[in-house]
């Protein structure tokens, strides 16, 4: 049962362009929601994180937006650089019960000079 | 400042054997968490680890078990290796629940 998802395994951008990256899940109770990116050969570096009660979170060139009653999230990178090349997952963290931290299964980006 | 750091980086072991795997968090973090990764399985939680106890634990069998020493580094260990353990095992360190996780580079293990 996999609870946060990524349904696109690959994407590429233009350079300059923005990138679109998408996550959906499933249990309404997650408290935080969180984007890694991972280079080849490298443990994922935290990017940027969003918590419930919010609908969006901005860091520089990447933004996070939450649509709770979608229950999906999105990471928006404007503008792309070719250094953003990576893979990309999308984490929820549920709090309250049983602890949660599960992540999606990784969105490859690849951003074209 | 130290990164997490994960040692050994690689490692070849054959079915049946156990293997122990380190991990030094950033200094200051208490909170570790071990994850495994697989093509297409993404990151699969392992356990996580706080002040020398087990807090939170996946969905794995009991041949992975883990422990946290008082300087919050942490070893896990899996025994009875399965060509299905192979993967990159990955550890993380938090200041506590609900932080951004900062990864080590992961110990690849083999099995043969």
């Known amino acids: 049962d996999q609870q946060v998802k990524q349904n696109s395994p690959s994407l590429s951008v233009q350079e300059g362009r923005i990138s679109i990256l998408n996550c959906d899940y499933t249990?309404?109770?997650?408290?935080?929601f969180l984007w890694y990116k991972k280079y080849p050969a490298e443990g994922p570096t935290f990017l940027i994180s969003?918590?419930?009660?919010?609908d969006k979170n901005e860091d520089g060139r990447f933004t996070v937006f939450l649509n709770k009653s979608a229950k999906h999230l999105s990471l928006h990178i404007v503008p792309s650089q070719p250094g953003d090349s990576a893979v990309y997952f999308c984490?929820?963290?549920?709090?309250?019960?049983?602890?949660?931290?599960?992540f999606g299964t990784g969105t490859r980006l690849k951003v074209l000079a | 400042k130290a990164g997490v750091t994960q040692t050994p980086r690689y490692l070849i072991k054959t079915r049946g054997q156990q293997v122990t795997l380190s991990c030094s968090p950033i200094?200051?973090?208490?909170?570790v968490s071990w994850y495994q990764q697989t093509p297409g399985q993404g990151l699969q939680f392992l356990f996580e680890?706080?002040?020398?106890?087990?807090?939170n634990k996946g969905n794995f069998p009991g041949r992975f078990s883990g422990r946290q020493f008082s300087n919050s580094r942490s070893e896990m260990n899996v025994s009875t290796l399965e060509l299905g353990d192979s993967a990159l095992y990955l550890c993380a360190s938090s200041l506590d629940t609900g932080y951004g996780y900062t990864f080590g580079s992961g110990t690849r293990l083999t099995v043969v």
């Open positions: 969003i918590s419930s009660i919010k």
């Open positions: 680890y706080f002040s020398e106890t087990q807090r």
């Open positions: 984490a929820a963290i549920l709090t309250s019960g049983t602890y949660k931290y599960i």
């Open positions: 249990n309404s109770m997650f408290d935080y």
């Open positions: 200094s200051g973090h208490r909170s």
